[in-house]
């Protein structure tokens, strides 16, 4: 959990407060946070002026607006034809190995979360994986161990 | 109407947008029009819409605000073309939004980009910020904003498309009304494809004559192919309009390709034996980009197993046809393979598939059956053993 404090104001008078300014303040709560949280929502539900349900409405609609726990840095694995024809199974025995959890969990240090996605447009370079918003392409085991020791050295 | 394959190259061509914004600036509305409708041109984002048609009806409208929205929402799986047209040639997408708002009289436009791609955004916005520069030397009055999308396929659906734009869950609209008539926050708008823009600005540049000489009759000029699967030169290619499969798979294939799923899930599966007479284009099967080629160690069960899975979770779940039928076809190959019903069952599936193409809400749920007919059809015994 976070305390969310002066961010929805501040994304506010970023976005403006009309109801299209919805999608763009949930977006920058998740890009600092990683996911939303009940009093995120009813913050920006007061900030806007509209009700808590219609926040979570919009929120509950969009993958990539989580509303349970994840991670600092989101591992989407693209679970897609291409992807899985192309090593995608291997990709995600070597991550749950290293992170020692399984598709859908979060490490208890709250760093990673391993989770599968569809088509995320990286076919001709598959298996491809997002982390956040980074993609990583062409994808072997041994790049997968590098990439992720990078991450867990950033710590 | 013998075409063979020839590249092109148009979309990513260098070319000087100050120059051709000036003639576009320069020319009347109904001319631009015009010329967009001689070219042919049909959207290039997969339904086909003829382009200049749809700026024709915006610019009809009587409304003094309207909108250009470009749908950079690519989702289609196995479709990669606008990401690479945005990441390359961005300049020419802007182009040829400004020169949408002339012909329909809208002085704004918005991008909407899938959340995937957010990666490209920082760049993206740099080169906007040129390109409002640009126009403003020109002495011409039209401003881009960008919209993100959430990672949610229906998006690239125009009307849930726009909900998404107005904050809301992006679950598609009844029409009509149409977006030309009642679109972004309930305003005319020219709604176009990444490519299809880039096109219409290249179609202004060279003359629509040049450009409907390319392609065939029901399919004018060239595309953007993303090529992925089973092939040793996987990537992004642009061809002129108008090949056989057979003539894309022996440039493409690995030499052993059983079938080329054309149009992504959404789309349709050619068998190899059908691969000699199935044009690529509209008058056979139509395709926004993805060509994804499967060799014979691939099973067409696997193949269809994963595309149902990908549409019973991007079904929107508004309608029940879509919502209830993306489950049940899933749900129903899987007890076929396993032998848990009669093989005929499968027919009962077809017929599924069949109702929801007549009774789902919108492009998602109709086009579900295209692919589980035509691979169903075709390896109708991969399915079953």
Redesign the interface.
């Known amino acids: 959990m976070y305390q969310v404090g002066n961010l929805v104001r501040e994304l506010s008078d970023k976005h403006g407060r009309?109801?299209?300014?919805?999608?763009?303040i949930?977006?920058g709560i998740?890009e600092k946070h990683n996911y939303l949280t009940d009093e995120a929502m009813v913050e920006v539900a007061r900030e806007l002026d509209i009700s808590a349900a219609e926040v979570y409405?919009?929120a509950s609609?969009?993958?990539?607006?989580d509303t349970q726990v994840r991670g600092k840095y989101v591992i989407r694995v693209c679970?897609?034809?291409?992807c899985?024809?192309k090593g995608k199974n291997e990709i995600i025995q070597i991550l749950e190995d290293m992170l020692k959890i399984k598709v859908g969990e979060t490490t208890s240090d709250k760093m990673f979360s391993l989770i599968e996605?569809?088509?995320?447009?990286?076919?001709?370079?598959?298996p491809a994986i997002?982390i956040n918003?980074?993609?990583y392409t062409e994808l072997t085991p041994e790049k997968v161990v590098e990439i992720i020791k990078g991450y867990m050295h950033k710590k | 109407m013998e075409k063979g394959l020839t590249k092109v190259d148009l979309i990513f061509e260098k070319t000087d947008p100050k120059e051709v914004l000036t003639r576009a600036f320069n020319m009347k509305r109904e001319d631009i029009i015009r010329d967009v409708l001689e070219s042919g041109l049909k959207g290039r984002g997969g339904a086909g819409f003829p382009t200049g048609l749809k700026w024709k009806y915006t610019a009809a409208e009587k409304e003094p605000v309207k909108y250009v929205v470009c749908n950079a929402d690519e989702g289609e799986p196995g479709t990669f073309k606008d990401r690479e047209i945005l990441d390359k040639v961005a300049y020419k997408v802007y182009s040829g939004m400004a020169i949408a708002g002339k012909a329909i009289g809208a002085k704004n436009g918005i991008v909407y980009l899938r959340g995937e791609y957010r990666f490209l955004l920082p760049k993206l916005m740099q080169e906007l910020e040129s390109f409002h520069k640009l126009i403003k030397d020109i002495g011409y009055d039209f401003k881009i904003n960008y919209c993100l999308g959430s990672g949610a396929y229906i998006c690239g659906e125009e009307s849930a498309l726009f909900e998404s734009i107005e904050g809301g869950r992006g679950e598609p609209r009844n029409k009509p009304p149409y977006p030309t008539s009642s679109g972004v926050f309930g305003k005319p708008t020219s709604i176009n494809n990444v490519e299809t823009l880039v096109t219409a600005m290249m179609i202004i540049k060279h003359g629509p004559e040049s450009y409907s000489q390319l392609g065939t009759k029901d399919s004018r000029g060239s595309k953007v192919f993303s090529v992925s699967g089973d092939t040793p030169k996987p990537g992004i290619y642009e061809l002129e309009l108008g090949m056989s499969v057979q003539e894309f798979v022996n440039e493409f294939g690995d030499g052993d390709t059983k079938a080329v799923q054309v149009g992504g899930a959404s789309g349709f599966c050619v068998p190899r034996k059908k691969f000699p007479y199935t044009v690529i284009g509209f008058e056979g099967v139509p395709t926004g980009g993805s060509m994804k080629l499967f060799n014979s160690s691939r099973s067409m069960y696997n193949v269809l197993r994963n595309y149902l899975e990908f549409f019973a979770e991007e079904s929107c779940g508004q309608c029940t046809p879509c919502r209830v039928g993306c489950q049940q076809l899933l749900k129903g190959v899987e007890k076929v393979k396993k032998g848990e019903v009669k093989s005929t069952y499968l027919n009962e599936l077809v017929k599924l598939a069949d109702t929801m193409k007549v009774a789902s809400k919108c492009g998602l749920g109709q086009s579900v059956g295209n692919a589980f007919r035509t691979i169903v059809e075709n390896f109708r015994e991969e399915i079953i053993y």
Do not use: D
């Not at chain 1, 009309?18 to 763009?24: G, I």
């Open positions: 009309a109801r299209e300014s919805l999608m763009p949930l977006q998740v409405g919009t609609f969009y993958t990539f607006l679970k897609t034809i291409t899985s024809m996605t569809n088509c995320i447009g990286w076919c001709h370079k598959a997002l918003e980074i993609p």
